[in-house]
């Protein structure tokens, strides 16, 4: 390419927002950034490259970081999948820049209000986000599937416990699930700091509790109020009922424990983000980017979009031909239309080379 070009870099991951789960994340935009800097003639003079924007995807939703330098870190990745939350990002990161420190900051939208302070560049916004985590409330029935499991789960630790309702299985009960969700929260925090081993311990002994304690009753009401007592099918109806006794609870409390652990962390502790978040399922607030460049000045257009059809809404357009040769017709349009608006325009303009 020619000396001095400016370059827009994609990388397959915002790695600056990864820095406190995902270092090597941005060890490998840094490693194309180094390249990029790095560039020689063949006289082995410097090509005099520069980065003034990097874009990526991958987390789902928008946001903007600027270096005092001027260099845009955006991230655009609302195409369609779940919704990644905005709140928990931090207003100023550090990274390492090649052999230095680049600090950024996360960027400002100006408030069409007069006299209301400016808003964080992401979207959707923080208060939006810290209000639909909230949704986790309802975790075991948004998320049934999950709850059948859970169920399960606490069909067979209340046959363990019915069957020896003793310290030791109660001990391995609880062992069981620190095992299970402490190992879950590791291996998604990709940590094992303070934060994630206190909540995911606090979450296993809630569950451990909820199961122990309703197996142990349920025990003691099953062997009080036996059902047809002394026939060849009694020890069946036993096993049936406590299943559907145990199932209900790990449907009910197991599950919303699950979802109590995901809102709590995500809200408060900036842990759990996809989960909780997927847990969800909303399809809403997608966002896409449009680039102008008119020699060296690049206007980016961040477009966001509330509301999304569902797969329902769509209709074929009476307006494409049936060869489908027309690029500005699409083949198919949502029936209500489609109401985009406009996050924020940045323009980044550099030094002519």
Same mark, same amino acid.
């Given at each position: 390419?020619?000396?001095?070009?400016?370059?827009?870099?994609?990388?397959?991951?915002?790695?600056?927002?990864?820095?406190?789960?995902?270092?090597?994340?941005?060890?490998?935009?840094?490693?194309?950034?180094?390249?990029?800097?790095?560039?020689?003639?063949?006289?082995?003079?410097?090509?005099?490259?520069?980065?003034?924007?990097?874009?990526?995807?991958?987390?789902?939703?928008?946001?903007?970081?600027?270096?005092?330098?001027?260099?845009?870190?955006?991230?655009?990745?609302?195409?369609?999948?779940?919704?990644?939350?905005?709140?928990?990002?931090?207003?100023?990161?550090?990274?390492?820049?090649?052999?230095?420190?680049?600090?950024?900051?996360?960027?400002?939208?100006?408030?069409?209000?007069?006299?209301?302070?400016?808003?964080?560049?992401?979207?959707?916004?923080?208060?939006?986000?810290?209000?639909?985590?909230?949704?986790?409330?309802?975790?075991?029935?948004?998320?049934?599937?999950?709850?059948? $499991?859970? !169920?399960?789960?606490?069909?067979?630790?209340? #046959?363990? *416990?019915?069957? &020896?309702?003793?310290?030791?299985? /109660?001990?391995?009960?609880?062992?069981?699930?620190?095992?299970?969700?402490?190992?879950?929260?590791?291996?998604?925090?990709?940590?094992?700091?303070?934060?994630?081993?206190?909540?995911?311990?606090?979450?296993?002994?809630?569950?451990?509790?909820?199961?122990?304690?309703?197996?142990?009753?349920?025990?003691?009401?099953?062997?009080?109020?036996?059902?047809?007592?002394?026939?060849?099918?009694?020890?069946?109806?036993?096993?049936?009922?406590?299943?559907?006794?145990?199932?209900?609870?790990?449907? $009910?409390? !197991?599950?919303?424990?699950?979802?109590?652990? #995901?809102? *709590?962390?995500? &809200?408060?502790?900036?842990?759990? /983000?996809?989960?909780?978040?997927?847990?969800?399922?909303?399809?809403?607030?997608?966002?896409?980017?449009?680039?102008?460049?008119?020699?060296?000045?690049?206007?980016?257009?961040?477009?966001?979009?509330?509301?999304?059809?569902?797969?329902?809404?769509?209709?074929?357009?009476?307006?494409?031909?049936?060869?489908?040769?027309?690029?500005?017709?699409?083949?198919?349009?949502?029936?209500?239309?489609?109401?985009?608006?406009?996050?924020?325009?940045?323009?980044?303009?550099?030094?002519?080379?």
């Amino acid at each position: 390419m020619p000396d001095k070009s400016k370059i827009i870099m994609c990388s397959a991951e915002p790695g600056w927002l990864y820095t406190d789960t995902n270092s090597k994340s941005w060890s490998i935009t840094d490693f194309a950034v180094g390249l990029a800097l790095g560039a020689r003639k063949s006289d082995g003079t410097s090509k005099g490259h520069t980065v003034p924007i990097l874009l990526s995807g991958d987390t789902h939703h928008y946001s903007r970081y600027q270096a005092t330098d001027g260099t845009q870190f955006i991230t655009s990745g609302g195409g369609g999948a779940f919704l990644h939350p905005t709140h928990h990002l931090e207003k100023n990161v550090s990274l390492d820049w090649q052999t230095t420190k680049k600090n950024l900051q996360l960027g400002a939208i100006p408030s069409v209000k007069k006299d209301t302070p400016e808003e964080p560049a992401c979207y959707p916004s923080k208060r939006i986000c810290q209000r639909l985590v909230w949704r986790n409330v309802f975790f075991a029935f948004k998320n049934w599937d999950f709850s059948l $499991l859970m !169920g399960a789960i606490y069909g067979l630790c209340g #046959l363990a *416990i019915s069957l &020896r309702d003793e310290w030791d299985v /109660r001990i391995i009960v609880t062992a069981v699930f620190a095992w299970a969700l402490m190992g879950y929260a590791i291996n998604q925090e990709k940590s094992s700091g303070p934060g994630v081993l206190i909540s995911s311990a606090i979450h296993s002994l809630a569950q451990a509790t909820a199961v122990i304690t309703s197996g142990h009753l349920f025990r003691l009401w099953n062997e009080a109020t036996p059902l047809f007592p002394g026939q060849w099918f009694d020890v069946w109806l036993w096993l049936i009922r406590l299943a559907v006794e145990m199932g209900v609870v790990g449907f $009910l409390v !197991g599950s919303t424990l699950f979802g109590l652990n #995901l809102l *709590i962390t995500c &809200r408060w502790m900036r842990m759990n /983000r996809n989960d909780a978040f997927s847990a969800l399922r909303l399809g809403r607030y997608n966002n896409f980017l449009r680039l102008r460049i008119e020699g060296d000045t690049v206007d980016i257009f961040a477009v966001g979009l509330d509301d999304v059809p569902h797969r329902d809404d769509w209709i074929a357009n009476p307006e494409c031909p049936q060869a489908r040769n027309d690029p500005y017709q699409p083949v198919f349009i949502a029936k209500n239309g489609l109401k985009p608006h406009l996050i924020e325009t940045i323009r980044v303009q550099s030094s002519p080379a």
